[in-house]
C-alpha cells in the first residue's frame, strides 16, 4: 500500500478542515477578540502545517486501490476529529483532552452529545466551530473535500466508493462527479434556506446559521443551553422539524424531485415507510405522554412528541421538551427511532429505513416460501429487485448493529453506569443521535461518564458514521494481500 499517497489525501481534507477553523477564527476577531480567535488561529496554523507538509514531499498519485481509499476515508475522519479538538483544547475550560476528544468526534460525526454543562459560556467563534465540525462531518468530510479541492482527477470513483454505501447509491442514476455535486447543491441549499427561513420568523443570525448547520448536519448541536426550547417558539419549531425531516431524505430523491424528474420523493415506498414512522411512533408518544398526563392537552402531547421524535429518528438530538420524566412507552418508541433512523443517502444515521423495510420484506418472503416451498419470490424495493447479496448485507448490518449494541452496553454496565443510561449511550452512539435517557436525557450532558466510557463511546461514533465495515477494514489490511 502507497502510505505516501494516503497521507498526500489526508492532508488536503484536513487543508479543508483548516479553512473552517479561520472563518471560524474570524467570527472570533469580528466579534470584539473573544477568548477564542488565538485557539482558533493557533489550531489553523497548526492544521495547516501538518495538511501542507504531505503536499510539498509527496508527489501526486491518482491511481488509488480500493484498500488505499478505505484507509483515506478512515484516517481522514480520525485525523479530523484529532485535529478538531485543538480549538477546544487550548481554549481549556470544561476541554481536558478526553472531553475535547469527545467533544470533536462528537461535532464529526454529527452525533451531537455534548460534555458541556453550559454550552453558552463559549465565545462565538468557538460556537461556529462547534457547529462548523457538524456541517463539515454531516456529508461526509471526503466527500465535501472531493468537491471542493480541485484537481482530484480519477480517485474521486475510488474515494466516493468507499465513503458512500450501495444503499445509499440506489438512488443516485448518474456519474460520481455528478453525484459529488447534486449532494452539495441539496446539502447548501437546504442550510441556506433554513437559515434564511429562521432569520424571516425572528431568530439572530448567528443562530440561525448554526442551527441550520446542526439541523441539515443532522447533529444537534445548539449554541443554547436548553437546545430549540430556548426560543419558546412553535414557528421556529416546525421549521426546524420541516428541514429535519427533509434532512433524513436521501439527497438523490430530493435533487430529483426539485428537477420534476420520476424517481421523486412521492414514488419512493422508502420515503412513504420513512413518513409512515414518524406519524406512527408520534401517534404512540402522544399517546404515552396523554395517559401519564405530562401534558395537560392533546396538543402540546402531540406538539412535543412530534418534535422529539422527528429530532431523534432523523439523529438530529435537538430538545423542545425535557423528556427526563416520560413514561416508558415514550420512551422505547423513542429508542426505536434511534434505531432505524432516516433513510440511505441522507445525513442521518443508524440502520436506515432502507434496511429495516427490505428486513421487513425478507421476513415475509421467507414465511411465504415456507407456505408455498415451490415458489419463486422476489423482494423488490422502489421497484427494483433487490440480489441476494444486497439484502444479505443488509442483514448482516443489523446484526452487527445489535452485536455492537450488547458489547458496548456490557462494558458500559462495568464501569458501574444504570441500564437505560449505558443502552440509551450505546444506541445514541451507534446511531449518531446525542441524546439518550437516564443520566443523559435531552437536557443533561456526558460531563460526568467515566472517562473510559467517553473514549468507548467515541469510537461507537466513528463506527456507526462509517456503517461498521469501512472501520472493519482498517484492521483487516494485511489480510487484502
Given at each position: 500500500?502507497?502510505?505516501?499517497?494516503?497521507?498526500?489525501?489526508?492532508?488536503?481534507?484536513?487543508?479543508?478542515?483548516?479553512?473552517?477553523?479561520?472563518?471560524?477564527?474570524?467570527?472570533?476577531?469580528?466579534?470584539?477578540?473573544?477568548?477564542?480567535?488565538?485557539?482558533?488561529?493557533?489550531s489553523?496554523?497548526?492544521?495547516?502545517?501538518?495538511?501542507?507538509?504531505?503536499?510539498?514531499?509527496?508527489?501526486?498519485?491518482?491511481?488509488?486501490?480500493?484498500?488505499?481509499?478505505?484507509?483515506?476515508?478512515?484516517?481522514?475522519?480520525?485525523?479530523s476529529?484529532?485535529?478538531g479538538?485543538?480549538p477546544?483544547?487550548?481554549?481549556?475550560?470544561?476541554f481536558?483532552?478526553?472531553?475535547?476528544?469527545?467533544?470533536?468526534?462528537?461535532?464529526?460525526?454529527?452525533?451531537?452529545?455534548?460534555?458541556?454543562?453550559?454550552?453558552?459560556?463559549?465565545?462565538?467563534?468557538?460556537?461556529?466551530?462547534?457547529?462548523?465540525?457538524?456541517?463539515?462531518?454531516?456529508?461526509?468530510?471526503?466527500?465535501?473535500?472531493?468537491?471542493?479541492?480541485?484537481?482530484?482527477?480519477r480517485?474521486?470513483?475510488s474515494?466516493?466508493?468507499?465513503?458512500?454505501?450501495?444503499?445509499?447509491?440506489?438512488?443516485?442514476?448518474?456519474?460520481?462527479?455528478?453525484?459529488?455535486?447534486?449532494i452539495?447543491?441539496?446539502?447548501?441549499?437546504?442550510?441556506?434556506?433554513?437559515?434564511?427561513?429562521?432569520?424571516?420568523?425572528?431568530?439572530?443570525?448567528?443562530?440561525a446559521?448554526?442551527?441550520?448547520?446542526?439541523?441539515?448536519?443532522?447533529?444537534?448541536?445548539?449554541?443554547?443551553?436548553?437546545?430549540?426550547?430556548?426560543?419558546?417558539?412553535?414557528?421556529i419549531?416546525?421549521i426546524?422539524?420541516?428541514?429535519?425531516?427533509?434532512s433524513?431524505?436521501h439527497?438523490?430523491?430530493?435533487?430529483a424531485?426539485?428537477?420534476?424528474?420520476?424517481?421523486?420523493?412521492f414514488?419512493?415506498?422508502?420515503?412513504?415507510f420513512?413518513?409512515?414512522?414518524?406519524?406512527i411512533?408520534t401517534?404512540i408518544?402522544?399517546?404515552?405522554?396523554?395517559?401519564?398526563?405530562?401534558?395537560?392537552?392533546?396538543?402540546?402531547?402531540?406538539?412535543?412528541?412530534?418534535?422529539?421524535?422527528?429530532?431523534?429518528?432523523?439523529?438530529?438530538?435537538?430538545?423542545s421538551?425535557?423528556d427526563a420524566?416520560w413514561?416508558?412507552?415514550?420512551?422505547?418508541?423513542?429508542?426505536?427511532?434511534?434505531?432505524?433512523?432516516?433513510?440511505?443517502?441522507?445525513?442521518?444515521?443508524?440502520i436506515?429505513?432502507?434496511?429495516?423495510?427490505?428486513?421487513?420484506?425478507?421476513?415475509?418472503?421467507?414465511m411465504?416460501?415456507?407456505?408455498?416451498?415451490?415458489?419463486?419470490?422476489?423482494?423488490?424495493?422502489?421497484?427494483v429487485t433487490?440480489d441476494?447479496?444486497?439484502?444479505?448485507?443488509?442483514?448482516?448490518?443489523?446484526?452487527i448493529?445489535?452485536?455492537?449494541?450488547?458489547?458496548?452496553t456490557v462494558?458500559?454496565t462495568?464501569?458501574n453506569?444504570?441500564?437505560?443510561?449505558?443502552?440509551?449511550?450505546?444506541?445514541?452512539?451507534?446511531?449518531?443521535?446525542?441524546?439518550?435517557f437516564?443520566?443523559?436525557?435531552?437536557?443533561?450532558?456526558?460531563?460526568?461518564l467515566?472517562?473510559?466510557?467517553?473514549?468507548?463511546?467515541?469510537?461507537?461514533?466513528?463506527?456507526g458514521?462509517l456503517?461498521?465495515?469501512?472501520?472493519?477494514?482498517?484492521?483487516?489490511?494485511?489480510?487484502?494481500k
Amino acid at each position: 500500500m502507497k502510505f505516501g499517497v494516503v497521507i498526500r489525501y489526508v492532508g488536503l481534507v484536513l487543508l479543508f478542515n483548516a479553512a473552517f477553523m479561520l472563518i471560524s477564527a474570524l467570527i472570533s476577531l469580528f466579534n470584539g477578540l473573544d477568548t477564542g480567535f488565538y485557539p482558533l488561529l493557533v489550531s489553523f496554523l497548526i492544521t495547516s502545517i501538518i495538511g501542507s507538509f504531505p503536499l510539498i514531499f509527496v508527489p501526486n498519485d491518482n491511481n488509488l486501490s480500493n484498500k488505499e481509499s478505505y484507509v483515506i476515508v478512515t484516517m481522514a475522519w480520525v485525523m479530523s476529529c484529532l485535529l478538531g479538538m485543538l480549538p477546544y483544547l487550548i481554549w481549556g475550560g470544561e476541554f481536558s483532552p478526553t472531553n475535547a476528544w469527545f467533544e470533536s468526534t462528537s461535532g464529526f460525526t454529527t452525533t451531537g452529545a455534548t460534555i458541556l454543562s453550559d454550552v453558552e459560556a463559549l465565545p462565538k467563534g468557538l460556537l461556529f466551530w462547534r457547529a462548523s465540525t457538524h456541517w463539515v462531518g454531516g456529508v461526509g468530510v471526503v466527500l465535501f473535500a472531493l468537491v471542493i479541492l480541485p484537481s482530484m482527477g480519477r480517485m474521486k470513483m475510488s474515494l466516493s466508493s468507499a465513503e458512500m454505501s450501495m444503499m445509499a447509491k440506489d438512488n443516485f442514476r448518474y456519474t460520481t462527479k455528478k453525484i459529488l455535486k447534486i449532494i452539495v447543491f441539496i446539502y447548501v441549499g437546504l442550510t441556506l434556506c433554513e437559515t434564511a427561513a429562521l432569520m424571516l420568523v425572528g431568530m439572530e443570525p448567528f443562530d440561525a446559521v448554526t442551527n441550520s448547520f446542526s439541523t441539515v448536519a443532522t447533529g444537534g448541536f445548539c449554541i443554547r443551553n436548553q437546545s430549540i426550547m430556548y426560543y419558546h417558539s412553535v414557528v421556529i419549531e416546525i421549521i426546524v422539524m420541516f428541514f429535519m425531516i427533509l434532512s433524513g431524505i436521501h439527497m438523490g430523491l430530493v435533487y430529483a424531485t426539485i428537477c420534476g424528474k420520476r424517481n421523486n420523493i412521492f414514488r419512493s415506498e422508502v420515503t412513504r415507510f420513512y413518513i409512515l414512522s414518524i406519524v406512527i411512533c408520534t401517534a404512540i408518544v402522544a399517546a404515552g405522554l396523554l395517559m401519564n398526563h405530562n401534558y395537560p392537552t392533546f396538543g402540546e402531547a402531540i406538539r412535543y412528541g412530534t418534535f422529539q421524535v422527528v429530532s431523534h429518528i432523523t439523529t438530529t438530538g435537538f430538545a423542545s421538551a425535557s423528556d427526563a420524566l416520560w413514561p416508558p412507552l415514550a420512551i422505547i418508541t423513542i429508542i426505536y427511532c434511534m434505531i432505524q433512523c432516516s433513510m440511505a443517502g441522507s445525513t442521518s444515521g443508524g440502520i436506515k429505513a432502507d434496511r429495516v423495510l427490505l428486513m421487513f420484506k425478507a421476513i415475509r418472503a421467507r414465511m411465504l416460501k415456507l407456505q408455498h416451498p415451490n415458489a419463486v419470490i422476489r423482494i423488490k424495493q422502489n421497484g427494483v429487485t433487490q440480489d441476494d447479496g444486497m439484502i444479505n448485507a443488509a442483514i448482516l448490518l443489523v446484526v452487527i448493529y445489535l452485536l455492537s449494541a450488547l458489547g458496548g452496553t456490557v462494558l458500559l454496565t462495568a464501569m458501574n453506569l444504570d441500564l437505560l443510561t449505558s443502552f440509551t449511550a450505546v444506541i445514541s452512539s451507534l446511531s449518531n443521535v446525542g441524546p439518550g435517557f437516564g443520566k443523559i436525557s435531552n437536557l443533561d450532558n456526558f460531563g460526568a461518564l467515566p472517562a473510559a466510557a467517553k473514549w468507548l463511546l467515541t469510537g461507537l461514533m466513528l463506527f456507526g458514521r462509517l456503517e461498521f465495515f469501512g472501520f472493519i477494514h482498517i484492521f483487516m489490511l494485511r489480510s487484502w494481500k
